[in-house]
Structures are given as structure tokens and as C-alpha cells.
């Protein structure tokens, strides 16, 4: 069985985070290993407070990893800040023989700040060019490259611009626009859509964990990059059909 490692913020909700994460390593039968930055304190939608772990206990938590552990793939979600952003950057340089799949959450579906605005900048400089991937969702993508996206067409315009700015390959997650959800895979050499059908349900927590760990998980039992996305958009689109609802007008997602 093949290793994620999970590097992530911890909401005691479950439906988003960690916990979501290693749900979805579970489900498709990769063993997961959790190393929590933050705590975001929040339930389905409503978002309290955000509680930062030091980052000396962030480094020990990985340490404690990987002294029994070999990593096939790693993916890097909520660091918060650019001191904890630092910590995981120095432990990533360690771990060469994995892919890091980095996914960049600023905003929780409740509406708490994930990442703190001037952090933005910093985990770009230093996580891009660290990852294997990343995958901002629209309204991060516009963050990061200081533009606005409307379409499909300006979704590749950025991907262009966020591997000017460092990343290898770029996977922009299309749900915030209307009409078919429609994601941006750049590899590098080649820009494709990737193209599903969208769900009737809306206000799903947690979507965005989940895509990127599923295309983690994929990657780490061998697929390659494109179909790895591509199984991942199917089993995510499942997902939200078999969504339930869980109060706040918020929808969940089960995983049995």
C-alpha cells in the first residue's frame, strides 16, 4: 500500500481538513499520515477562530513521520502563516523522491481566512517551485496572479502566470465559474480542460480538500498526472451527488 502524507489544518467538523483528507485516502485504499498546522475552529458554517500550532511542533510532527515511514506523495493544504510555511518548506526539501501536491486554501466555505493575506506572497515564493503541482480553486488563482478570471480563457492566461511564477504544473479548479465545471490542467508543455458535467447540489464543504487529495492518492499508486486528475474530478463529482444536507444551507459528503 502506497504512503500519503498529509499536511494540513485540522477542523473539528470533519468535513473539510485532515480529517476529509485521509476519508478520501481511505476510500481509495492509500495509507495516510496527518501532520496538523492549525486548528480551524468551525462546524459545518459557521467559522469561530483559527489556533496556529508552533512551528517547531510542525517540524517534530514530520520528523516523527519520517523516521518510520517512506513517502510516496504528499499533500500540503491549510499552513496558515508564513512561519508555518517555512517550517514545512524546510521539511519538503528533505523529501525529493515524493510528489507534493500543493493546494492552496485561503478562504473556508464558512468564511474563515485560512491563510493570512500577507502570507500569500511568501507561500508562493517558496511552496511553488517545491510541488509537483498545485491547485488553486478561481478566487486563489486571481489572488496569486493579481487578476481576474472570468472564463476558461483567462483560467489558462493565469496558469501561465503561476508557472512563471514558480509552480511546475498548475491545476485550476473551475467550480466558482457558471456552467460545466471546467478545470485547467497545465503540465508544463500543454494546457487541457478537463470537463464534467455539474452537480444540481451546490454549497458542498469540503470539495476542494478532497479533489486534491484524491489526485494525490492517484498519483501516489502510479497514474499518471492527467488521469490522476481525471479519476479524481469523477470521484469527486460522485461525491457531491451523494452529498447530504447538514445545516447552515451547507451539504456534506459521505464517504461509505
Known sequence: MKNLLIIAGFDPSGVSGIIADVKTAGLLKVNSMAVVTAVAVQGVGKFGRVIPLEPEIIKDEI???????????????????????????????????????????????????????????????????????????????????????????????????????????????GGHLAGNATDILYDGSEIREITGIRSAKDKVRGTGCVYSASVACYLARGNGLEKAVIDAKKLIRKLIETSRPAGDGFNIIQFQ
Open 63 to 173: 520528523d516523527a513521520i519520517l523516521r518510520d515511514f517512506s513517502i510516496d506523495c504528499v499533500k500540503v493544504g491549510m499552513l496558515y502563516s508564513k512561519e508555518i510555511i517555512e517550517a514545512v518548506y524546510g521539511k519538503l526539501k528533505s523529501l525529493d523522491s515524493a510528489k507534493v501536491i500543493l493546494d492552496t486554501p485561503m478562504i473556508s466555505s464558512s468564511g474563515g481566512r485560512l491563510l493570512l493575506e500577507q502570507a500569500a506572497g511568501f507561500l508562493a515564493e517558496k511552496l511553488f517551485p517545491a510541488a509537483e503541482l498545485i491547485t488553486p480553486n478561481i478566487p486563489e488563482a486571481e489572488v496569486f496572479t493579481n487578476t481576474r478570471i472570468k472564463n476558461t480563457n483567462d483560467m489558462k492566461k493565469a496558469a501561465l502566470i503561476l508557472k512563471d511564477m514558480g509552480a511546475k504544473k498548475v491545476l485550476i479548479k
